[in-house]
């Protein structure tokens, strides 16, 4: 089973952004990300293939968030731009994901993410 190893969050203000990372302990397939708020279950944010040539996205961040991976590095980056409070979360990186929005096996152990108005 794949390990993954996740970086970045933080703080930001509204219209800001942050850049999370997610490091895999050997090649995988397709990689996304997810997040969760208290008291909800855990939602899909972002999906990239294999090659990173296909990639596909909520319709809460599509236009805003940017999924990309370095296949030499095996770390999948997740560029979030125009940032707003409702994404406010805890952010999961997944592997292999279910093509295209269901999770797999292994998560990482979550970043949080606080956007302040």
């Known amino acids: 089973q794949v390990q993954l190893v996740e970086s970045g969050g933080g703080l930001a203000q509204a219209g800001g952004s942050l850049r999370l990372a997610c490091t895999a302990s050997?090649?995988?397939?397709?990689m996304g990300w997810f997040r969760q708020t208290p008291g909800k279950e855990r939602e899909f944010v972002a999906g990239i293939g294999f090659s990173g040539r296909t990639s596909s996205y909520a319709d809460a961040v599509k236009g805003r968030f940017t999924i990309s991976k370095d296949i030499n590095s095996l770390t999948m980056y997740l560029q979030m731009n125009n940032l707003q409070p409702e994404d406010t979360a805890v952010y999961y990186c997944?592997?292999?994901?279910?093509?295209?929005?269901?999770?797999?096996?292994?998560w990482g152990q979550g970043t949080q993410v606080t956007v302040s108005s």
């Open positions: 997944n592997a292999p994901i279910i093509w295209p929005t269901l999770p797999g096996s292994s």
């Open positions: 050997h090649q995988t397939n397709s």
